[in-house]
C-alpha cells in the first residue's frame, strides 16, 4: 500500500510550532554572571575588630536540628523598574512559591539571631595594616572616600543588612573611628534573595534569558547565605510568561544561587561522619572528573547512587555529567546537567515547557551531598528519559543508532518522549548531534480539550486532558494509507505499565505496551510505547487523571470554596482487602481528622480528601487568612514529621506503604506546580492506626479525654 507525503499545510505547521518552541526556551548565564561576582565570606569565631568592640557575640552555626530553610526575599524599590500592579504581583506570587516549595526540600541549621552581611574591606579601605606583628594586622587603616555601598548583583544592599566597620591605628584596642555601626540584620532568615527587574546588559545580549543569579556571600562553612536574581524587564513586560513560566526559571536559578554551581564545587562537604549536616564536616577532595569520553562527571556517594538507580548500572559507579556545551572552557566544569543524559532535569542549560520538566532526584542528591542541606529526597521525581538504558545512553556514540525510543534519526513527526506533546526529531545546541522529538508549542499538546480544533478529520484524535501522544499510522477505511506520525488519543491505565487507548468512535481497547494495534473502522496500525505510560501507578495508585476516584467523593474535609492558596497535596498509600464502598464518606473524612490530630496542623488546612479503590487516600494542603500557619514548608516539616502506625478497619488490617508530596498530576489544572514528588521511603513513615480510629470515636461518642492515639478500630 503505498505511502502519502504529508500535506505542505501540515509541514509548515510542524516547523513554525518547531520554532516557537526554540524561541520560547530559556537559556541559562549562570556561569558567566557569576564569574564577574567578587563573593564574600562571614566571619564565624573570629569576629571583626568593630564587632568585638561593640560586644557582639561571634557568629556561629547552630547545632541544633535541621529546619526548613527560610528564605527572604528583598526588592529594592529605588533599582527595580517599575511594573504595573498584575506584573508585580505575579513576580511576588511567583517567588513565594519558589521559597516554598524551597522550604519543603531543604532543610538547614538555622541561623541564630539575625542575618548580617558582611562589608569587603578592599572596598571601603584604602589602606590595611598588613605588618603581621601589628596588634591591628588586617584592619582597616584609612578609609577609601569613594567608598558608598555594598552590591550583590548590582543590587545594592542596604546598610541595615550590613555589619559596620572602623578605622583603626596600628595598635590599640579601640578603634580611631566608627565609619558605620552595624545594621540592624534581617531576623528569622537562613538566605538573603535580592529580586531585581531590570533592562540590564545581558538581558539585551540574549533575548532568550529571562533571569539570571548568582551567590554573593557564604557563611564559615561555605554556605551561599546572600546572593541575588535579576529579571529581564522586557520577557516580564511582553505579558508571554505565566505564573508556571516564572516559577520554574526563578526554581532552576535561585537553586544556582544556594549552591548547585560550579563555583562552590570545591567548597562542598563530607558530611557522612559528621554529628549533623553542616556540623564539623569535612571538605571534600575534587568531586569533578574527566571519563574516558571526555565527559565531566560529578562523582559524589549520593549522585553515583542515584544515577546507577536511574539508568539500571549501579555497578558502573557512574557519575551525573555536566554539560559540556556551556562550560567556560573544554574540561572545565559547568553548572548543568547534560541534556543528552538527563532531559527533563530543572537543572538544564535551557529550560523547556513547564510541564516536560522536573525537580528530579539527581539534583536532589547534589544538594544532599553538598553537606550544607537535609534534604527531602520525597520531593524529588525520577527522570523518565533514558530510565534502565545502562551506562551507555546518551553518549554521541550510541545516540545516532539508538532503539530505545528515546533518540531519532530523521526529521520526521512523532511524540515526545513523555507522550503529552506531539514531536518533530530534531536537535540542538546541547545535544551534541542526537535527536529526539521536541514538543510543538503551536496545538500540539494532546492532553489540552481546545487544540481539537487543530485536528485533521479521519485519523480519529481526541484531545482530552486524559489523552496522550501514539504513533500511528490509523485512517478511516478506504482512504490512502499514511506514513508513521504522532496522533493524539485518550488513555487510562489499569496497572505498571498496562493501559488502554480510545480512538474517536471506538471503545476502550487493550494496548499491550511494546506492541500494536488495529482499531475497528480503521486501518493502519496504533503503536503501544513501553514504558513510556502507567510507569508511575504504583506510586499514584491511578493514573493520574481522575479515572479510578470514587464518584462519592466527600469534598472537602472543611467547607468548600475556602479562600486562600492549595500549596500542594499529601498523599498516603494502603496495602490491604478492599474497603466496604457504603462506608467510603466515613472513611475519608475520619482519615482526614487522624492526619489533621497526629501531625498538629489545624483541620482548616485540609481540603478535598478522596481515597481511590487500590487505597490511595489524597488531600490537599492549603494556606490562607484563615489557617493559623502561612508556611507550606513547615506544614510539609510537620507531615514528615508524623509517625504512622498501621491500623484495623472491620478486623482488616491495613499497612500504609508509603507517603508523598505531590502537586496536581493534571497538567491542565490552573494550579499545577513544577514539583511533584515521590513516594517516600516505606521504612520512614506509617499511618497512625489509632489516629483515624479515635477520631471517630470521638465523633460518634463524644467521649471526654479519649486520646485519638489510644483507639483501635473505627466504630460503624
Not at 526556551?25 to 564577574?36: F, G, L, N, Y
Not at 526588592?75 to 512559591?97: D, F, H, I, M, W
Not at 457504603?582 to 496542623?601: C, D, K, P, R, V
Not at 471526654?704 to 483507639?711: E, K, M, S, T
Request: aromatic share 8%.
Amino acid at each position: 500500500m503505498q505511502s502519502v507525503r504529508p500535506r505542505a499545510k501540515h509541514a509548515c505547521h510542524s516547523f513554525l510550532s518547531l520554532l516557537t518552541f526554540s524561541l520560547a526556551a530559556s537559556r541559562c548565564i549562570h556561569d558567566a554572571v557569576q564569574r564577574e561576582i567578587n563573593v564574600l565570606h562571614l566571619h564565624p569565631f573570629s569576629p571583626p575588630a568593630e564587632q568585638r568592640f561593640t560586644h557582639r557575640a561571634p557568629r556561629a552555626l547552630s547545632e541544633s536540628q535541621t529546619l526548613p530553610i527560610r528564605i527572604r526575599t528583598w526588592y529594592p524599590p529605588a533599582e527595580t523598574v517599575q511594573l504595573n500592579p498584575q506584573q508585580k504581583g505575579s513576580l511576588e506570587a511567583a517567588l513565594r512559591e519558589v521559597t516554598q516549595t524551597i522550604a519543603g526540600v531543604l532543610a538547614v541549621n538555622h541561623v541564630p539571631g539575625r542575618l548580617l552581611l558582611t562589608r569587603d574591606i578592599n572596598k571601603y579601605c584604602r589602606s590595611v595594616w598588613r605588618n603581621p606583628i601589628a596588634e591591628n594586622y588586617n584592619r582597616c587603616g584609612y578609609l577609601n572616600p569613594n567608598y558608598h555601598s555594598e552590591t550583590c548583583l548590582e543590587v545594592t544592599i542596604p546598610d541595615d543588612h550590613l555589619a559596620g566597620f572602623s578605622i583603626w591605628l596600628e595598635s590599640g584596642s579601640v578603634p580611631r573611628e566608627v565609619v558605620k555601626h552595624d545594621g540592624a540584620g534581617v531576623p528569622d532568615a537562613d538566605f538573603l534573595l535580592y529580586a531585581k527587574v531590570a533592562n540590564t546588559e545581558k538581558c539585551n545580549q540574549e533575548p532568550s534569558v529571562i533571569a539570571y543569579a548568582s551567590y554573593c556571600q557564604l557563611d564559615p562553612t561555605g554556605r551561599p547565605v546572600a546572593g541575588a536574581i535579576m529579571f529581564c524587564y522586557a520577557r516580564l513586560a511582553s505579558n508571554t510568561l505565566d505564573h508556571q513560566d516564572l516559577v520554574q526559571v526563578s526554581l532552576h536559578e535561585v537553586f544556582h544561587a544556594l549552591g548547585f554551581s560550579r563555583g562552590l564545587f570545591n567548597k562542598w562537604k563530607d558530611c557522612s561522619h559528621a554529628p549533623s549536616v553542616g556540623v564539623n564536616c569535612s571538605s571534600r577532595a575534587r568531586i569533578t572528573n574527566t571519563d574516558e569520553m571526555g565527559q565531566v562527571r560529578i562523582f559524589t556517594s549520593t549522585i553515583i547512587q542515584k544515577m546507577g538507580e536511574h539508568l539500571g548500572a549501579q555497578e558502573r559507579g557512574l557519575g551525573a555529567p555536566l554539560e559540556n556545551k556551556d562550560a567556560v572552557a573544554p574540561g572545565l566544569p559547568s553548572s548543568h546537567w547534560e541534556a543528552r543524559v538527563l532531559q527533563g532535569s530543572l537543572m538544564l542549560a535551557t529550560l523547556g515547557p513547564v510541564h516536560l520538566t522536573q525537580l528530579d532526584d539527581i539534583t536532589l542528591a547534589a544538594f544532599a551531598d553538598m553537606g550544607w542541606y537535609q534534604v527531602n529526597t520525597s520531593t524529588g521525581k525520577r527522570l523518565v528519559w533514558g530510565q534502565g538504558e545502562g551506562h551507555t545512553f546518551g553518549l554521541t556514540t550510541t545516540c545516532k543508532n539508538s532503539t530505545s525510543g528515546f533518540f531519532c534519526t530523521g526529521n520526521g513527526s512523532g511524540c515526545h518522549y513523555l507522550h503529552l506533546d506531539k514531536g518533530m526529531c530534531s536537535s540542538d545546541d546541547f545535544l551534541d548531534g542526537c535527536r529526539m522529538y521536541k514538543p510543538l508549542t503551536v496545538g500540539s499538546e494532546c492532553w489540552k480539550a481546545e487544540n481539537a480544533v487543530n485536528a485533521e478529520h479521519g485519523y480519529g484524535e481526541i484531545y482530552h486532558k486524559s489523552s496522550r501522544c501514539f504513533f500511528s499510522t490509523l485512517i478511516q477505511e478506504n482512504a490512502s494509507a499514511v506514513t508513521v506520525t504522532g496522533r493524539c488519543y485518550r488513555h487510562r491505565c489499569t496497572a505498571e505499565n498496562t493501559y488502554q487507548v480510545q480512538v474517536e468512535g471506538s471503545a476502550w481497547l487493550d494496548c499491550p505496551a511494546g506492541g500494536s494495534i488495529q482499531v475497528p473502522g480503521y486501518q493502519g496500525l496504533l503503536s503501544c510505547p513501553n514504558r513510556g505510560l502507567c510507569h508511575d501507578f504504583q506510586d499514584r495508585g491511578t493514573s493520574g487523571l481522575g479515572e479510578s476516584v470514587l464518584e462519592d467523593n466527600p469534598g472537602s474535609a472543611i467547607k468548600d470554596g475556602m479562600s486562600g492558596q492549595k500549596v500542594f497535596i499529601f498523599q498516603i498509600h494502603f496495602q490491604g482487602p478492599p474497603f466496604d464502598r457504603t462506608h467510603w464518606l466515613q472513611i475519608t473524612t475520619g482519615l482526614t481528622e487522624a492526619l489533621a490530630n497526629s501531625s498538629a496542623i489545624p483541620r482548616c488546612h485540609f481540603q478535598q480528601p478522596t481515597l481511590t479503590p487500590s487505597l490511595l487516600f489524597t488531600v490537599e494542603l492549603w494556606v490562607s487568612e484563615e489557617c493559623p500557619e502561612r508556611q507550606a514548608g513547615m506544614l510539609r516539616h510537620k507531615l514528615d514529621q508524623t509517625f504512622h502506625k498501621p491500623w484495623v478497619y472491620r478486623d482488616k488490617s491495613y499497612t500504609p506503604v508509603g507517603t508523598r508530596f505531590v502537586e496536581d498530576p493534571d497538567p491542565t489544572s490552573p494550579e499545577r506546580h513544577l514539583v511533584t514528588v515521590l513516594l517516600c521511603a516505606v521504612t520512614s513513615i506509617l499511618l497512625l492506626v489509632s489516629t483515624a480510629v479515635g477520631a471517630f470515636v470521638y465523633h460518634h461518642h463524644k467521649a471526654a479525654g479519649q486520646r485519638v492515639g489510644d483507639a483501635s478500630r473505627i466504630p460503624l
